[in-house]
């Protein structure tokens, strides 16, 4: 299961870029023939490995990994389609709209509140409306949810001004501060982490077996493309690494385009703000996930000083985070926290004390 349910947050982390492998060394014609037939006989063993290993999937069965696709402008799910997903022992069931947004309702209520962002808001681990961190505060709707693993705050903000013509006057939008501080670099590029073109989608969902296929041949062909995943203390040194006036300035730019847009569009904004999953660190042998204070005072300052209200973002949201949280808390591929360990408080409750 090489590119299992794990493939979920492929890559979400930052803008890491795959190594690279150059020859300076000049070679003879025979020295030639046998690194070609050598290259050739190990990417024939790799290929023949994938097809032996692929299980037997069909439309009918669940999936072992989360199908999304990029158009050129914004990351989505398959449209208007039903699947499920396999992690591990858990079961998750996905239907979809005419757009890619996944439908998630009970029949209580007859209004959608539309959502935009990444895989955080998306319910990796949910399978019933209430089970939401959303739905604690909109109880009384049902959700379209827009979003899809490596769909970036921009990539957002594109499918809103592609689709306006669906948009209703108040809408959701989620920034998960784990990953997307990183997409708002100029040298973000998301064919670096997204194997599917969306025109893909449907073919994959009859013959999943050729999704690996797709991802190797990006591995091949592109250099650039990645599956690294970083883990908490990786992604917790790149960020005190990284320069800081550079990502507030990337958050100011943002916002400032967020609420233009909001404006141009006549929209109504509540945002919500995620705190990232690496502000915590992992004490494996109790199994916990303890907050590191100085770490989250740095991320909370540059959340409270680059998102402000406006008239047209009215509403802005932030995640409390507890000082401590159990492994189990994190979803399945280890980057996400759980949607029941989510509590959100207004920015004036969290910003108050930084």
Same mark, same amino acid.
């Given at each position: 299961? /090489? ?27 025979? !020295?030639?023939? %046998? ?12 290929? /023949?490995?994938?097809?032996?290993? #692929?299980? $037997?999937?069909?439309? *009918? ?24 997903? %396999? ?5 998750? +069931? ?13 029949? @209580? ?28 505060? &909109?109880?009384? !709707? !049902? ?6 693993? +490596?769909?970036?705050? &921009? @990539? =957002? ?7 306006? #013509? ?36 449907? @073919? ?17 062909? !592109? ?8 883990? +908490? ?20 730019? &943002? ?11 006549? =929209?109504?904004?509540?945002?919500? =703000? ?10 494996? $042998? ?21 998102? *402000? ?6 509403? #802005?949201?932030?995640?409390? =985070? ?19 360990? #989510? *509590? ?11």
């Amino acid at each position: 299961m /090489f590119f299992a349910a794990n493939n979920i947050s492929i890559a979400e982390e930052n803008s890491a870029a795959a190594n690279s492998f150059k020859t300076k060394q000049h070679l003879s014609g025979s !020295n030639f023939l %046998r690194l070609l037939f050598g290259i050739k006989n190990i990417l024939l063993s790799i290929l /023949f490995c994938f097809i032996l290993f #692929i299980p $037997k999937t069909n439309a *009918k069965s669940c999936l072992s990994f989360l199908p999304y696709g990029f158009n050129d402008f914004y990351v989505h799910l398959p449209k208007k389609a039903s699947f499920c997903i %396999r992690q591990g022992k858990l079961l998750s +069931n996905y239907e979809t709209d005419s757009y890619g947004g996944r439908l998630i309702y009970n029949n @209580e209520s007859n209004y959608y509140l539309q959502v935009f962002g990444d895989s955080q808001v998306l319910g990796l681990d949910i399978q019933k409306i209430e089970e939401h961190y959303l739905h604690d505060i &909109y109880k009384k !709707n !049902n959700f379209i949810i827009y979003a899809a693993p +490596n769909n970036g705050p &921009y @990539e =957002v903000i594109n499918f809103l001004n592609k689709n306006k #013509i669906i948009l209703k006057k108040k809408i959701i939008v989620t920034f998960n501060f784990s990953n997307d501080i990183y997409r708002l670099s100029n040298d973000w590029d998301v064919k670096n982490f997204v194997a599917l073109r969306d025109y893909e989608l449907d @073919e994959i969902l009859q013959y999943p077996f050729k999704y690996r296929l797709i991802v190797f041949k990006n591995l091949l062909l !592109n250099k650039n493309f990645t599956l690294i995943r970083y883990d +908490n203390k990786k992604m917790q040194s790149l960020f005190l690494h990284s320069n800081q006036k550079k990502i507030y300035n990337n958050l100011l730019k &943002y916002f400032e385009e967020l609420n233009q847009t909001a404006e141009k569009l006549d =929209v109504e904004i509540e945002l919500i =703000v995620t705190h990232p999953y690496w502000v915590y660190s992992i004490n494996k $042998k109790k199994n916990k996930l303890l907050l590191q204070r100085d770490l989250n005072k740095k991320v909370e300052k540059l959340i409270c000083n680059t998102f *402000k209200k406006t008239n047209n973002i009215n509403k #802005i949201l932030i995640t409390e =985070v507890p000082d401590e949280l159990s492994t189990k808390d994190l979803t399945f591929d280890k980057k996400h926290l759980k949607s029941n360990k #989510i *509590k959100l408080k207004t920015l004036g409750k969290i910003c108050e004390k930084v």
